[in-house]
């Protein structure tokens, strides 16, 4: 395919983990493939199919900031969402997997990217998939198994120590104990669990520690002088970490089958044809999320499962209402209460299942064309697309009964003698279909190629492109669409001195005729100084310096269509009276026009160092950017006198414009160095990223003191107050400056903040910049990766780390009020005895709403270290399959996300209302026939 613009890699040689292609000359970039030592910047490769040998990974994304530079994780360079591309159309990374890949191309600079016109302004991820090469038919069959095993759960008390806590804030907040001495002994006792709970949702009972997932993979190539094919065939199934009701045959599971044909017609026509098609199914329990209710339901409030056994065998009225139940589990009934009728545990096991299931298809068609009788070193490329995917959910959905004990003792023992029911048993079985949705995506591009070499040193390239992509999402009125012309001229002396221009002509139909074109620039120069006389005989092998400038034209941040229109609607809530016996409402203006709402601007400049030294064993990639994103759209109120909007009706003559203006700037680099010492193989890669960004223009006029501008902060910055520590008496709480406006409840144990313009009145005004929120990755970002191979042994290390941001500890587990679960934070809250030594606010039966809001107080940082994959490989020594089928057997054992080192690493590793952050051990076996 063809060349968008002028590109650098950090691809390295042999088995490093980012290369080039199999033969280490050329990579993809946008819509062709390019000779390595002709990029010229904005561009990180890794080859994926050699990495694989040694990383064996199932999700194409996973850790790639560890091998390559200006990829965070998150973002290209400070940009986030960038464009996927799966073999040049727009696809989910999710829909691929590693070992269907060759290569992933992170196009970064705007360079990079000007040939895919508007959706491309944010970088593009280009993923290109395997195809089959010459020879005899080669099988290779991968399987795999592993374990996720659970880091961490969150820490929440007892039924207890809840009880107990509680008490402490009603008695906070003036008001008596609502549980007693007794109930809390008996709730913490266990002396009888059923009619006291102390429900532990992260217990053994209900889930386990660790689920399986398991794998295989078969790969098929070959092909002679005329055709080449491969196929892939995989399938994947994962558990779940319930082991009760329904939830304990929840799974998920992929089945996947890739295929690819290149064929050449004759000496001047190729083509080829890909398909892919993926059948996902996943089976859950109905009832709810039990993470989020294990954040939120009290442990003290149901006992799930009740034995019949502690009946009352005179309890006649009991046994009949339980013998007509359908739902008695293990000999036991659902418990239930008043105010908690249903609960995720009486759903997990009586509410039914649900089967999501999702279906892909994808088809790929191109052709190229040699023009050589036309023209010397013209050719025509083209290619056409269309994907296909649906998803829906079939359900069973039951209801169910659940019942409140009513408990009496004998002889000391205490048995249920009477029941309140709640609720019916109805299963239907009747099966419901829900949430259906389709999404198709056709896309196209048609280019003319030109490259010729003019008395051996001129070589000058050309290429006029057509590219298109149109997606239909179910549910949605407009497609989603980009269109764009493209032009690229290249031309180099010598392979020495370098200078490409690259343009697109864009077309966005969010913009009102006649701004709905725009052109977008990009011009490179580039100087290949190891070429140059003075430089033979030195340590370099390659050393290009290069630099761009571009200015790239995006609807991306025009979130939705027409917004250059005027709105109306009628309000029914408001009524001006009768006319001829007609209601009249009014009609509200939404928003004024503005035809003029234009585009979106990249302006950058970037610079690239690429060098390689002692023999190629030496390589760097660094570069450096400065880039702007102007004319972002808002709908500026505050530069609007106050007539032109009213809160009731709700009305508003504000137009949306361009306006808000950000910059990024920062830079990248990378490393890589190979050495055979002996026996072993070494080879090392570290990659280091760091992007900064500011709003250089915002408008700022509502605030009227210079510390809450906006302008001149980070585009995720964090805003908050300043905490002083907690207000030590009623007094302190008089003589400091009033926070009524935070809350009407404040009292002493709650937390204290500066009133930083002086006015006595703690509110919004208050707020200051407090750090980064690390919304588009860390800023400073590190990737390491390790191997040494001796003999059949290869061992691997990946370590990957962020730093420079910052995170707010504002999840249920921390923001804690009313009626609330508690967690462990709870025990070091004020009271008048822990004053000298509390680490959290006085509790309060309250909305919290003083100390539940962002603060320095729930500031922590986001730093950290990770340890993110060790893998030990054993290939077997070739001879041994001699004179059989086998051509080679590779075995491996690894594990994923190891180790974390960080200042807040508890916090870093916990996940709360969500499954938990797992390690991930695996053992594998390839064998290739």
């Not at 011009?523 to 761009?548: Q, R």
């Not at 690239?608 to 030496?618: G, Q, T």
């Not at 691997?796 to 921390?814: D, M, P, R």
Request: hydrophobic share 35%; aromatic share 14%.
């Amino acid at each position: 395919m063809l060349a968008a613009s002028p590109v650098l890699t950090n691809a390295q040689n042999g088995e490093e983990a980012a290369t080039a292609d199999a033969d280490g000359n050329k990579v993809h970039v946008a819509f062709r493939e390019v000779e390595k030592d002709d990029l010229l910047g904005g561009v990180s490769v890794v080859d994926v199919k050699e990495l694989t040998k040694k990383n064996f990974t199932t999700y194409s994304m996973d850790n790639m900031q560890g091998y390559v530079s200006g990829w965070n994780g998150a973002s290209l360079w400070g940009y986030s969402d960038a464009l996927i591309l799966v073999d040049g159309v727009p696809r989910s990374a999710n829909n691929v997997k590693t070992d269907e890949i060759e290569t992933i191309t992170f196009m970064k600079g705007a360079q990079a990217v000007v040939l895919y016109g508007s959706k491309g302004a944010n970088g593009v991820v280009l993923i290109t998939t395997k195809r089959g090469q010459r020879g005899d038919m080669r099988v290779s069959v991968r399987a795999n198994t592993g374990w996720d095993v659970a880091k961490s759960f969150p820490e929440y008390l007892s039924a207890a120590e809840y009880m107990t806590y509680y008490n402490q804030a009603r008695k906070n907040d003036g008001l008596g104990d609502l549980y007693t001495p007794t109930d809390i002994y008996n709730h913490g006792s266990g002396l009888n669990p059923y009619r006291y709970p102390d429900v532990n949702f992260y217990s053994s009972e209900y889930i386990g520690k660790v689920r399986n997932t398991t794998n295989a993979t078969a790969e098929i190539e070959g092909g002679g002088k005329f055709a080449t094919y491969y196929a892939n065939i995989g399938y994947e199934r994962s558990g779940d970490y319930f082991k009760f009701g329904e939830a304990a045959d929840n799974f998920a599971q992929r089945l996947n089958v890739r295929g690819n044909v290149d064929m050449r017609l004759n000496d001047d026509i190729s083509a080829y044809v890909n398909t892919t098609a993926s059948f996902y199914d996943s089976r859950s329990a109905n009832g709810g999320n039990y993470w989020e209710a294990a954040a939120s339901f009290r442990p003290n409030r149901v006992a799930p499962l009740i034995p019949m056994s502690l009946i009352d065998p005179n309890a006649a009225s009991v046994w009949e209402m339980l013998g007509s139940s359908e739902n008695i589990f293990n000999g036991c009934f659902l418990g239930g209460t008043q105010n908690d009728m249903t609960n995720v545990f009486g759903g997990y096991y009586a509410a039914g299942n649900a089967k999501y299931t999702s279906r892909n298809f994808t088809f790929d068609v191109g052709l190229d064309f040699s023009l050589d009788k036309v023209l010397k070193g013209l050719s025509f490329h083209t290619m056409f697309a269309v994907d296909y995917a649906t998803s829906y959910t079939t359900s069973y959905n039951n209801n169910y009964a659940t019942y409140s004990p009513i408990w009496s003792s004998y002889g000391g023992k205490e048995v249920i003698v009477g029941l309140e029911k709640y609720g019916l048993d109805e299963r239907t079985a009747k099966q419901n279909i829900s949430g259906s949705a389709d999404t198709q995506t056709i896309n196209f591009n048609a280019h003319f190629d030109y490259a010729r070499t003019f008395g051996g040193v001129h070589n000058v390239s050309a290429m006029l492109l057509a590219n298109g992509y149109q997606q239909t999402v179910s549910g949605q009125y407009h497609r989603t669409s980009n269109a764009n012309l493209g032009l690229n001229l290249s031309y180099d002396y010598a392979k020495k001195y370098f200078a490409t221009f690259g343009m697109a002509a864009i077309h966005s139909a969010k913009l009102a005729e006649g701004h709905r074109e725009a052109l977008s620039p990009s011009m490179t120069l580039g100087w290949n100084i190891a070429k140059e006389k003075f430089m033979e005989g030195s340590i370099f092998n390659d050393l290009m310096l290069s630099a761009s400038l571009s200015q790239l034209n995006t609807d991306l941040g025009i979130d939705e269509y027409y917004m250059y229109s005027g709105s109306y609607t009628q309000n029914n809530s408001a009524w001006w009276g009768w006319r001829d016996g007609i209601s009249l409402n009014p009609a509200i203006v939404n928003r004024g026009a503005n035809e003029n709402l234009t585009f979106l601007k990249r302006k950058e400049f970037s610079v690239n160092l690429r060098a390689a030294m002692f023999d190629n064993r030496l390589t760097a990639d660094l570069s450096w950017f400065t880039s702007t994103l102007n004319g972002k759209v808002i709908r500026p109120t505050n530069m609007y006198p106050n007539y032109m909007f009213t809160y009731w009706l709700d009305a508003s003559f504000i137009p949306y414009i361009n306006y808000d203006n950000d910059k990024r700037n920062g830079f990248d680099i990378s490393v890589n160095y190979k050495e055979k010492f002996g026996e072993v193989e070494f080879m090392a890669g570290a990659n280091f990223t760091y992007y900064n960004t500011e709003a250089t223009k915002r408008d700022d006029s509502s605030f009227s003191d210079a510390y809450q501008y906006r302008e001149g902060k980070p585009l995720d910055a964090i805003w908050g107050y300043e905490c002083i520590g907690y207000f030590t008496s009623p007094l302190d709480v008089l003589d400091s400056p009033s926070q009524a406006a935070l809350s009407g409840n404040v009292k002493k144990g709650d937390l204290k903040y500066k009133d930083q313009n002086d006015d006595g009145i703690i509110d919004s005004k208050d707020q200051i910049f407090l750090g980064k929120g690390g919304w588009y990755g860390s800023p400073y970002t590190i990737g390491v990766n390790l191997s040494a191979k001796w003999k059949g042994f290869t061992l691997f290390v990946l370590a990957t780390g962020g730093w420079g941001a910052k995170g707010v500890k504002n999840s249920s587990y921390y923001w804690i009020a009313g009626e609330n679960k508690y967690s462990e934070v709870v025990r070091g809250a004020w009271t008048e005895e822990t004053a000298a030594t509390a680490t959290y606010p006085r509790l309060t039966t309250g909305d919290g709403s003083n100390n539940n809001t962002t603060s320095t107080y729930w500031l922590y940082s986001t730093d950290a270290l990770h340890l993110s994959k060790v893998q030990l490989t054993y290939d077997f020594a070739s001879n041994l399959f001699q004179n059989t089928w086998i051509k080679g057997i590779s075995a491996y054992v690894s594990g994923s996300n190891l180790l974390t080192i960080a200042p807040e690493r508890k916090i870093l590793e916990m996940k709360v209302g969500s499954a938990p952050q797992t390690r991930f051990y695996n053992m594998g076996v390839k064998m290739t026939f």
